[in-house]
């Protein structure tokens, strides 16, 4: 989510594979979340019409405006409730180290 509302807030849009390398997590993870969010208006999601010689086109994602503010407070209340819990380590780069 993160990676699609800071496409938002540029204005610009996320593919696919971007959104996957942000969140660290794998295409068969991110594109089934990515396509339920779709189907509940909270994304919209259009395939590159310009030339993309050598690879597939693009999949875009971009956040609905009527979602934008309900994710961004949504991030903010989870970044505050990681901070209580953890500290000042970010959430995206929590790591656990076993002793």
Request: one cysteine or more; glycine letters at 8%; proline letters at 4%.
């Amino acid at each position: 989510m993160n990676a699609l509302l800071k496409a938002k807030e540029k204005g610009e849009l996320a593919w696919g594979l971007e959104i996957c390398r942000v969140a660290e997590l794998g295409p068969g993870t991110v594109y089934p979340i990515l396509d339920r969010l779709a189907q509940h208006g909270w994304v919209t999601g259009r395939d590159e019409t310009a030339e993309h010689p050598g690879r597939p086109a693009r999949r875009f994602y971009e956040l609905t405006d009527a979602q934008r503010d309900q994710v961004a407070n949504a991030l903010q209340v989870r970044e505050a409730n990681h901070k209580r819990r953890f500290g000042d380590v970010k959430c995206e780069k929590a790591v656990v180290e076993e002793s």
